[in-house]
């Protein structure tokens, strides 16, 4: 079996494949994973979604889920989830076989990875400032650039998100982290 992500940047490439990878560490056998990244425009596309699709399960005899990943950007999830079941349903059609799910990262990959306190005092060194619940902040980057800097570092989300992804604990971000958990059941429903 291979899981198939479609990330909208090169960094959520890196670190959801760490995140993954935690979720399925007790899998076995462990499926494959398979990340593209693509531009924000095209996950409203289902044309351009099922083109890649297509070479996918062209090279991937054994692709069964497919599991889009996208920020919401400062967007309410309820305003893009229509459009995002509208082009589900376009690709449904085109490829009836594949376990096709869209999971919204409120408001970021960086909200996801500020849920868990745990990993982030683990990564600066120290017991990271009270801060907002993540999911509640609209540009959770500019979140983690504060509480880095409070603890005397710069945060940069190239180095950084694949370090706070690393530490953390899947059982906390979940317990923190809503739009996370649908992550993980996107990745461990069957």
């Known amino acids: 079996m291979t899981i198939a992500f479609f990330v909208d940047g090169p960094s959520d490439r890196d670190t ?14 462990s499926p494959g994973l398979e990340f593209r990244v693509q531009p924000r425009g095209d996950f409203f596309s289902s044309s351009k979604i099922s083109a890649h699709l297509a070479y996918l399960c062209g090279t991937h005899a054994d692709l069964d889920k497919v599991i889009l990943c996208l920020d919401c950007e400062c967007t309410p999830s309820e305003a893009i989830q229509p459009k995002l079941l509208k082009v589900e349903q376009e690709i449904h059609r085109e490829h009836p076989s594949l376990n096709l799910t869209f999971v919204l990262k409120v408001h970021a990959l960086e909200g996801w990875l500020a849920s868990d306190r ?43 998100d694949p370090r706070i992804a690393e530490a953390a604990d899947i059982d906390r971000l979940c317990h923190a982290s809503p739009s996370f958990s649908e992550f993980r059941n996107a990745i461990e429903d069957p």
Request: glycine share 2%; aromatic share 8%.
């Open 16 to 29: 959801l494949k760490i995140l993954a990878r935690k979720v399925l560490a007790q899998r076995k056998p």
């Open 118 to 160: 745990e990993a982030l005092r683990q990564v600066l060194g120290s017991v990271p400032a009270d801060y907002a619940k993540p999911e509640t902040v609209c540009k959770p980057k500019e979140l983690l650039s504060t509480v880095f800097r409070k603890a005397n570092k710069e945060f940069d989300y190239i180095r950084d």
